[in-house]
Every structure is written in C-alpha cells, then in structure tokens.
C-alpha cells in the first residue's frame, strides 16, 4: 500500500493543478491512499491576510471539493481530508472547530512561530540558535496536545544552515523524543528531497539530523507535500527516500493514529 497524506491545493497560494488533476496523478503514481493536507485557514484576529494559505472562506470550498472526490473515485483510490498547519495557542480552538466540521487529521508543519500575522518565516530566521530553539519548543508544544497526526518536515530548521550544531542536535533530540512519547510518526519530506535532486537544495530532509535522529527510533512516514501533480508521479523521489529510510533501518509506516 502506498500513502501520501501531505497533498496542498491552489487554495495556498503556491500551488498549481486542479483538486481531481491531483487525484489523477496520484493514481498515475501508483498511490492507494491521496490524503489532502492544504495549509490551515486561519482566522487571524488583525486584518492580516496570508500569502501562503487559504482563506477561512474557503474551507467549505475546499471540503466539499475533496468530499466529491472521495466518493468520485471511491473503489479506485481512497481520499482523506485534512490540513497542515502550526500549533498557534491563542487559535488552537480554530482546529477543533475545522475537526468538527469534518477535518479528518491535521499535519503538525511548523513554519512560523507563534502566529504569522507577526513573524517571518521560519527559514528566514533559523540561522539563529534561538529560533531552532523555539522552532523545536513550539512543535514539541504541539506534538503535546494529541491532535496532530504526525510532524511534517522535521528537520525544517536545517534551511540554509550549514553546520549540524550542538544547538541543532538539541532541538533534534527534543522534537524526536516528544514525537516518540506520542507514539507520532515525523515526516520524510519528499519537496525537500525533490530540490536536493533537481539541483535546488533546501537542505531538508537533512541527512546529518536524520543519522543523528536514528537513535530514538522514530516511526517515519514519507510524505510527497505536493505542490503540482507532478510531485505524485514522481517515483524518483519516492524511491530514493525509501532507499535512504531503509539504509539508516528507520521503520517507515504509512498509517498514524486519529482520535
């Protein structure tokens, strides 16, 4: 059985392809399980509009879309629906409100810290050993609270970093051992993976946290965070991380428990 669980919409802004042209790909890539995971539309208490997700307003667009597809292609591939989003105190009730009306999972992907209403992304600050520090309190805060799935992208805090520090092992070691309390899976990321590959690095996943991680022995599940259909008929880089799970004896699942 072969699973993505981290698919993204043209909803966020940074995406492109049709809701079904996803599916189709998906199919095309040999997937048995498409689960949607569109960056969470937060409902921001200031008149900040995001660049990078969609709207409160769209979310019955968006569920609804998803909906129609889970029962179009039902007998050929199973659809989920969910979001990836941040752990943000002062909005977590927004999460449990999208739970209850209808939001499968979320996705635990840190990418900014505390709200981004007020705060660059993540990837533009983490050269410095304070924000992996709070990069890495903030998704442990979340992986706390039981309701994400799984933690995407890790080793995020490893952008454009160059050295795998005693700071960066600190925050490895406090994200992998909350994530293994939680009985949590984290995330290969296969967008990272793709940019190694294609000549664009990220520098995630990063292959020094991922030697050095082995030690809690972590669940680990891959996942595409498609941004266009392409990403699924991608075998390439599915193929590789299986490869390179498999050369560190990282046990790689394709499930994660749901309350």
């Known amino acids: 059985m072969k699973h993505n669980f981290h ?3 043209t909803r966020c802004k940074h995406a492109v392809g049709t809701d079904e042209d996803y599916v189709k790909a998906a199919l095309d890539g040999g997937f048995d399980v498409l689960g949607f995971a569109d960056h969470a539309p937060w409902a921001f208490e200031t008149d ?24 179009k292609y039902r007998g050929q591939i199973d659809i989920h629906l969910g979001l990836e989003c941040e752990h ?15 939001c499968e999972y979320f996705i635990l992907g840190c990418h900014f810290l505390y709200s981004e209403e007020n ?14 520090l709070r990069y890495a309190e903030e998704t442990v805060k979340g992986i706390r609270t039981g309701l994400y799935a799984y933690v995407a992208h890790p080793d995020l805090y490893m952008m454009h970093r160059e050295e795998f520090t005693p700071v960066c ?11 293994k309390e ?6 290969y990321n296969l967008l990272g993976l793709l940019g190694e590959l294609t000549g664009h690095p990220r520098n995630y996943p990063n292959p ?4 050095y991680a082995r030690k809690w022995d972590n669940d680990v599940i891959i996942g595409v965070d498609a941004h266009e259909p392409a990403h699924l008929r991608n075998t390439v880089t599915w193929d590789t991380a299986v490869k390179r799970l498999d050369a560190l004896d990282y046990r790689i699942v394709d499930h994660f428990h749901k309350e």
């Not at 925050?171 to 994530?179: G, L, T």
């Not at 020094?208 to 030697?211: A, I, S, T, V, Y």
């Open 7 to 9: 698919t993204h919409t």
């Open 48 to 71: 900040y509009v995001s660049h990078c997700r969609m709207l409160p307003t769209q979310w019955e667009d968006y569920k609804q879309s998803v909906l129609a597809l889970k029962e």
């Open 182 to 187: 939680a009985h949590m899976p984290i995330e």
């Open 88 to 102: 943000y105190d002062k909005y977590f009730d927004q999460l449990l409100r999208l739970r209850d009306d209808g």
């Open 208 to 211: 020094d946290f991922w030697r």
């Open 119 to 132: 705060n660059p992304y993540v990837g533009e600050i983490n050269h410095l050993d304070d924000t992996v």
């Open 169 to 179: 092992m600190e925050a490895a070691d406090m994200i992998c051992q909350a994530a």
